[in-house]
T-cell receptor, first 116, second 109 residues
Framework: GAGVSQSPSNKVTEKGKDVELRCDPI?????LYWYRQRLGQGLEFLIY????????KSGLPSDRFSAERTGESVSTLTIQRTQQEDSAVYLC??????????????FGDGTRLSIL | GQQVMQIPQYQHVQEGEDFTTYCNSS?????IQWYKQRPGGHPVFLIQ?????EVKKQKRLTFQFGEAKKNSSLHITATQTTDVGTYFC?????????FGQGTTLQVKP
Protein backbone atom coordinates (compact mmCIF):
# COMPACT_ATOMS: atom_id res chain seq x y z
CA GLY A 1 0.00 0.00 0.00
CA ALA A 2 0.90 3.65 -0.19
CA GLY A 3 1.19 4.23 3.54
CA VAL A 4 1.51 2.52 6.88
CA SER A 5 -1.64 0.56 7.66
CA GLN A 6 -2.76 -0.31 11.17
CA SER A 7 -5.61 -2.50 12.35
CA PRO A 8 -7.94 -2.41 14.06
CA SER A 9 -8.49 1.34 14.11
CA ASN A 10 -10.38 1.04 17.38
CA LYS A 11 -10.40 -1.68 20.01
CA VAL A 12 -12.50 -1.81 23.15
CA THR A 13 -11.86 -4.68 25.51
CA GLU A 14 -12.31 -5.69 29.11
CA LYS A 15 -9.56 -5.48 31.66
CA GLY A 16 -7.56 -8.68 31.80
CA LYS A 17 -8.07 -9.65 28.15
CA ASP A 18 -5.21 -9.95 25.67
CA VAL A 19 -5.11 -7.74 22.58
CA GLU A 20 -3.15 -7.93 19.35
CA LEU A 21 -2.49 -4.90 17.20
CA ARG A 22 -1.25 -5.12 13.64
CA CYS A 23 0.96 -2.88 11.51
CA ASP A 24 1.71 -3.12 7.79
CA PRO A 25 4.69 -0.90 6.98
CA ILE A 26 5.42 0.81 3.70
CA UNK A 27 6.83 -1.71 1.26
CA UNK A 28 10.63 -1.59 1.21
CA UNK A 29 10.96 0.05 4.62
CA UNK A 30 13.32 -2.00 6.72
CA UNK A 31 12.78 -0.14 10.00
CA LEU A 32 9.56 -0.35 12.00
CA TYR A 33 8.65 1.38 15.26
CA TRP A 34 5.85 1.18 17.81
CA TYR A 35 4.85 4.12 20.01
CA ARG A 36 2.20 4.72 22.64
CA GLN A 37 0.43 8.06 22.89
CA ARG A 38 -1.80 8.73 25.87
CA LEU A 39 -4.46 11.42 25.53
CA GLY A 40 -2.86 14.83 25.24
CA GLN A 41 0.63 13.42 25.68
CA GLY A 42 3.71 12.93 23.56
CA LEU A 43 4.89 9.79 21.82
CA GLU A 44 6.38 7.13 24.08
CA PHE A 45 8.81 4.82 22.29
CA LEU A 46 8.05 1.12 22.75
CA ILE A 47 10.09 -1.02 20.35
CA TYR A 48 12.14 -0.74 17.15
CA UNK A 49 12.84 -3.36 14.49
CA UNK A 50 15.63 -2.97 11.94
CA UNK A 51 15.90 -5.63 9.29
CA UNK A 52 17.00 -8.95 10.77
CA UNK A 53 18.74 -7.40 13.76
CA UNK A 54 17.57 -8.07 17.30
CA UNK A 55 14.83 -5.54 18.12
CA UNK A 56 15.39 -2.67 20.53
CA LYS A 57 12.85 -3.45 23.25
CA SER A 58 14.07 -0.82 25.67
CA GLY A 59 10.76 1.08 25.68
CA LEU A 60 8.39 -1.77 26.51
CA PRO A 61 6.78 -0.80 29.84
CA SER A 62 6.32 -4.31 31.24
CA ASP A 63 6.57 -7.99 30.36
CA ARG A 64 2.88 -7.88 29.39
CA PHE A 65 3.98 -6.13 26.21
CA SER A 66 5.63 -7.97 23.33
CA ALA A 67 6.03 -7.46 19.61
CA GLU A 68 7.05 -9.52 16.64
CA ARG A 69 7.93 -8.77 13.09
CA THR A 70 8.12 -11.23 10.22
CA GLY A 71 11.12 -10.33 8.11
CA GLU A 72 10.65 -6.81 6.81
CA SER A 73 6.87 -6.90 6.70
CA VAL A 74 4.00 -7.08 9.14
CA SER A 75 4.43 -6.49 12.85
CA THR A 76 2.11 -7.33 15.71
CA LEU A 77 2.11 -5.73 19.15
CA THR A 78 0.55 -7.93 21.83
CA ILE A 79 -0.58 -6.73 25.22
CA GLN A 80 -1.44 -9.48 27.68
CA ARG A 81 -3.75 -9.13 30.68
CA THR A 82 -4.65 -5.58 29.75
CA GLN A 83 -4.95 -2.91 32.44
CA GLN A 84 -6.84 0.37 32.33
CA GLU A 85 -3.58 2.31 32.13
CA ASP A 86 -2.93 0.60 28.77
CA SER A 87 -5.68 2.74 27.24
CA ALA A 88 -4.00 4.89 24.60
CA VAL A 89 -3.42 5.26 20.88
CA TYR A 90 -0.77 2.84 19.65
CA LEU A 91 1.07 4.25 16.66
CA CYS A 92 3.24 2.34 14.23
CA UNK A 93 5.81 3.98 11.96
CA UNK A 94 8.22 2.77 9.34
CA UNK A 95 11.26 4.28 7.68
CA UNK A 96 13.49 3.41 4.78
CA UNK A 97 16.13 2.21 7.20
CA UNK A 98 17.17 2.83 10.77
CA UNK A 99 20.63 3.48 12.02
CA UNK A 100 22.47 6.71 12.67
CA UNK A 101 20.99 8.56 9.70
CA UNK A 102 17.50 8.52 11.22
CA UNK A 103 15.39 8.51 8.09
CA UNK A 104 12.00 10.26 8.31
CA UNK A 105 9.36 8.11 9.93
CA UNK A 106 6.00 7.55 8.29
CA PHE A 107 3.16 6.94 10.70
CA GLY A 108 -0.03 4.96 10.47
CA ASP A 109 -3.34 6.28 11.79
CA GLY A 110 -2.95 4.28 14.98
CA THR A 111 -5.10 1.90 16.98
CA ARG A 112 -7.17 3.55 19.70
CA LEU A 113 -7.27 1.04 22.57
CA SER A 114 -9.82 1.43 25.35
CA ILE A 115 -9.75 -0.86 28.36
CA LEU A 116 -12.99 -1.02 30.32
CA GLY B 1 18.78 11.58 30.60
CA GLN B 2 17.60 10.76 27.12
CA GLN B 3 14.74 13.24 27.02
CA VAL B 4 14.31 16.34 24.93
CA MET B 5 12.47 19.18 26.61
CA GLN B 6 10.02 21.21 24.60
CA ILE B 7 8.53 24.56 25.55
CA PRO B 8 5.97 25.93 25.74
CA GLN B 9 3.49 23.10 26.23
CA TYR B 10 0.62 25.20 24.85
CA GLN B 11 0.40 28.39 22.85
CA HIS B 12 -2.69 30.35 21.84
CA VAL B 13 -2.18 33.02 19.21
CA GLN B 14 -4.33 35.31 17.14
CA GLU B 15 -4.26 34.52 13.46
CA GLY B 16 -1.44 36.50 11.87
CA GLU B 17 0.78 36.45 14.96
CA ASP B 18 4.08 34.60 15.00
CA PHE B 19 4.75 31.39 16.95
CA THR B 20 7.92 29.71 18.18
CA THR B 21 8.52 26.38 19.90
CA TYR B 22 11.84 25.40 21.45
CA CYS B 23 13.50 22.05 21.92
CA ASN B 24 16.40 21.57 24.35
CA SER B 25 18.70 18.68 25.19
CA SER B 26 21.33 18.31 27.88
CA UNK B 27 23.47 16.27 25.48
CA UNK B 28 24.78 17.01 22.00
CA UNK B 29 22.37 15.88 19.31
CA UNK B 30 23.48 14.07 16.17
CA UNK B 31 20.34 15.20 14.41
CA ILE B 32 16.86 16.46 15.16
CA GLN B 33 13.57 16.00 13.38
CA TRP B 34 10.33 17.95 13.57
CA TYR B 35 6.84 16.51 13.16
CA LYS B 36 3.34 18.01 13.10
CA GLN B 37 0.27 16.22 14.41
CA ARG B 38 -3.11 17.69 13.52
CA PRO B 39 -5.96 17.10 16.00
CA GLY B 40 -7.13 13.51 15.59
CA GLY B 41 -4.33 12.75 13.15
CA HIS B 42 -0.95 11.08 13.18
CA PRO B 43 2.48 12.76 13.25
CA VAL B 44 3.76 13.91 9.87
CA PHE B 45 7.45 14.50 9.21
CA LEU B 46 8.37 18.12 8.52
CA ILE B 47 12.16 18.32 8.41
CA GLN B 48 15.48 16.99 9.67
CA UNK B 49 18.40 19.14 10.83
CA UNK B 50 21.90 17.71 10.98
CA UNK B 51 24.51 20.48 10.83
CA UNK B 52 25.52 22.87 13.59
CA UNK B 53 23.83 26.25 13.11
CA GLU B 54 21.68 24.94 10.28
CA VAL B 55 18.65 27.00 9.22
CA LYS B 56 16.00 25.62 6.91
CA LYS B 57 12.82 27.26 5.67
CA GLN B 58 9.57 25.82 4.43
CA LYS B 59 7.30 28.68 3.34
CA ARG B 60 6.31 30.37 6.64
CA LEU B 61 8.17 27.81 8.79
CA THR B 62 11.79 28.38 9.83
CA PHE B 63 13.76 25.63 11.56
CA GLN B 64 17.04 26.22 13.37
CA PHE B 65 19.65 23.93 14.90
CA GLY B 66 21.83 25.50 17.58
CA GLU B 67 25.54 26.02 17.14
CA ALA B 68 26.25 23.57 19.97
CA LYS B 69 23.69 21.10 18.59
CA LYS B 70 21.86 21.02 21.91
CA ASN B 71 18.78 22.98 20.94
CA SER B 72 16.46 23.63 18.06
CA SER B 73 13.54 25.87 17.28
CA LEU B 74 10.59 26.05 14.92
CA HIS B 75 9.23 29.50 14.08
CA ILE B 76 6.01 30.13 12.18
CA THR B 77 5.52 33.57 10.69
CA ALA B 78 2.00 34.98 10.43
CA THR B 79 0.12 31.94 11.69
CA GLN B 80 -2.95 30.67 9.91
CA THR B 81 -5.75 28.44 11.18
CA THR B 82 -4.25 25.59 9.17
CA ASP B 83 -1.20 25.71 11.45
CA VAL B 84 -3.25 24.33 14.35
CA GLY B 85 -1.83 21.14 15.82
CA THR B 86 0.94 19.78 18.01
CA TYR B 87 4.54 20.22 16.94
CA PHE B 88 7.04 17.63 18.14
CA CYS B 89 10.80 17.62 18.00
CA UNK B 90 12.54 14.26 18.09
CA UNK B 91 16.18 13.39 18.59
CA UNK B 92 17.96 10.47 16.99
CA UNK B 93 19.16 7.80 19.39
CA UNK B 94 20.82 4.61 18.11
CA UNK B 95 18.41 4.23 15.24
CA UNK B 96 15.23 5.23 17.06
CA UNK B 97 13.71 8.63 17.81
CA UNK B 98 13.02 10.09 21.24
CA PHE B 99 10.16 12.59 21.01
CA GLY B 100 9.65 15.72 23.03
CA GLN B 101 6.29 16.27 24.72
CA GLY B 102 5.19 18.63 21.98
CA THR B 103 3.85 22.16 21.76
CA THR B 104 0.16 22.47 20.99
CA LEU B 105 -0.69 25.52 18.92
CA GLN B 106 -4.16 26.98 18.79
CA VAL B 107 -4.92 29.83 16.39
CA LYS B 108 -7.87 32.15 16.90
CA PRO B 109 -9.32 33.41 13.63
Amino acid sequence: GAGVSQSPSNKVTEKGKDVELRCDPISGHTALYWYRQRLGQGLEFLIYFQGNSAPDKSGLPSDRFSAERTGESVSTLTIQRTQQEDSAVYLCASSLDGGANNQPQHFGDGTRLSIL
Amino acid sequence: GQQVMQIPQYQHVQEGEDFTTYCNSSTTLSNIQWYKQRPGGHPVFLIQLVKSGEVKKQKRLTFQFGEAKKNSSLHITATQTTDVGTYFCAKGNTGKLIFGQGTTLQVKP
